[in-house]
């Protein structure tokens, strides 16, 4: 079985150029969510070309919500056996800097642009390694089921919320794999996400008249303050699995992200509002922390008489599978296998679509080529050999899991 790792790379090396070529043209469909346009577009793109692959690609139309333009999944399929692995990702992208980043360029061995890292190159390397996997006869008695989702940037709900809606994740799947940035390592816990939106509604009144106004500022300020205490104490709970040096171990809080209300400077402000967003430990009880929170908002609003309320905009649990999981220790042995050096499992510090599938107890991982400190700026970048061997990586684990 040790030659399949050069039979992989062999098949995968001279389609360096078609690889390169699939990202750019991924990325110059400008696929920015928020707000979520040219999905439909996005789509098609990547259907014709698993059609090509022989990855019997569909695509599911999802019904229109926010502002996604045709959001969609497409979902393909290869080999025919019983046993199942999934291999997930997301062709939507954070907005750019500047719009030349929809222009791939090809230097020093690197594919420059929106998406590369995070994660329309971990798609490619998805799909040339399921398509190697299929050419070179390492399916064995299973198959494996591509999903490629529209909307993960901002929360998945509508992708990654229809594949398990219609149950089309299948539970008995022998393993799920992401390719997410996720650098050298592997990524086996990510944290699970708390949004609020909190609304304070006063009385507007002309400053020449301020006595007769509420002034929902000032409320705001009273309301804030144990929710700014609350996100000092989560910070101080750290996390026991392994992260990244660079990462906080502390499930972190921005209070305020957004913030802002009232008509005028010269008009005592009727009504503001401002967000709250978390990024919990898998230690922490999500629902507990929930009730904790809304309750310091509730009480302070109480001991002023304010008029506040809590609107609950996200809530997605964390994701974690023990790193001795037979599934675990398989996909570490074939990065082993093609990087030389055995990796390390780390937690993400944000929200991973491993969670759809770790939820109904399918070992679930983020493995990719890009890295995460460059994945939302304005250099962000795939090194191409890299995301050749993940493809690599990911045609064995196929060979290792479907045997
Ligand atoms: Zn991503």
Known sequence: MRNDAAAVRAWLEPRADEMAELLARLVAVESENPPGRNLGRCARVLRDAMERLG?????????PGGELEEPAVVRGTVG???????????????????????TVERRDGKLIGRGTADMKGGIVSMLYGAAAAKELGLLGDGRIVLHLVCDEETGSVAGSGHLREAELIDPRAVAMVTGEPSGAGIWHAARGAVSLRVDIRGREAHVGQAHRGVNAFQHMLHV?????????????RHTNFPMNGDDAPGTMLVVGGLSGGGSNFNVVPGSVHFTVDGRFNPEEDLDGELKRLTALIDDAAAEIGADVSVE???????????????????????????????????????????????????????????????????????????????????????REMLA
């Open 55 to 63: 990855l019997g690609p569909e695509i599911i139309e999802l019904a």
């Open 80 to 102: 025919d056996g019983g046993k199942l692995l999934y291999f997930h990702g997301h062709f939507d992208v954070v907005p750019v800097q500047d719009r030349k980043q929809f």
């Open 224 to 236: 804030a303050r144990p929710v700014e205490a609350y996100a000092a104490e989560m910070a101080t």
């Open 312 to 398: 609950v905009t996200q809530l997605q649990p964390s994701a974690s599978t023990d790193e001795s999981h037979p599934a675990a220790v398989t996909l570490a042995r074939c990065v082993d296998e093609v990087e030389g050096a055995r990796p390390q499992f780390e937690m993400c510090a944000g929200i991973l679509d491993i969670r759809w599938y770790a939820q109904l107890g399918i070992p679930a991982f983020a493995y990719g080529a890009g890295r995460l400190d460059v994945s939302h700026g304005p250099e962000e970048y795939v090194d191409e050999a890299a995301m050749r061997r993940v493809a690599a990586v990911y045609a064995l684990y196929a």
